[in-house]
């Protein structure tokens, strides 16, 4: 009866098995698609987790709730009320200026400035009183006209105060009224706006 050399024949069968397995994970895996940058793993800790916060800025309801006249109005108003304050920092500019002491503006120029105010005053006059005035809001349109007009009164005073002999009591008198006109035009404006968005 023949020896067999190896008394443990099967012992090579386990070593082979598990480098078989391991062959054909290494194989199989190279086979996969890569993973996506942003792809997360299960289990995983999510490091790169963004939290979006709802945006705070408030919308406008003039915007989302006005119809197209009544928008295209209150853009005017602003329009008007933004030159309007302009006007006022010019005439209140020029004035200061001619009573400096040294004077810093001359009677030439301080004398160009109030006629060119109160001539763009005037446009302004003009421009408001020709607007569609939507339903609801002519008690306010009613309003802006004679804050409007008050100030258009008050640029020809001034004008008429520097062209004057007096002390300068009735240019500086309507510097002073044309500046509490144009705080009352933007009162009015915002008046206007709530009044639109109650009616709308």
Known sequence: MAV????????????????????????????????SPDTTLIGAPDDTTTTTVPSTEPTDPEESTLDPDTQAYIAELDTLNSELQLLGTEIVTVNDGFDADPREIEFPEAEDRFESVADNTATLADRLGALTVPVGLEENQEALQRAMDLAADAANDALAGI???????????????YTIATEDFDTEVTNTKNAAGASA
């Open 4 to 35: 067999n050399p190896d008394p443990k024949p099967g012992r090579w069968i386990l070593p082979l098995v598990i480098l078989g397995m391991i062959a054909f994970t290494y194989f199989f895996v190279r086979q996969l698609p890569e993973a």
């Open 163 to 177: 062209r004057s002999t007096d002390t300068g009591e009735l240019r500086r008198t309507a510097v002073e009224a």
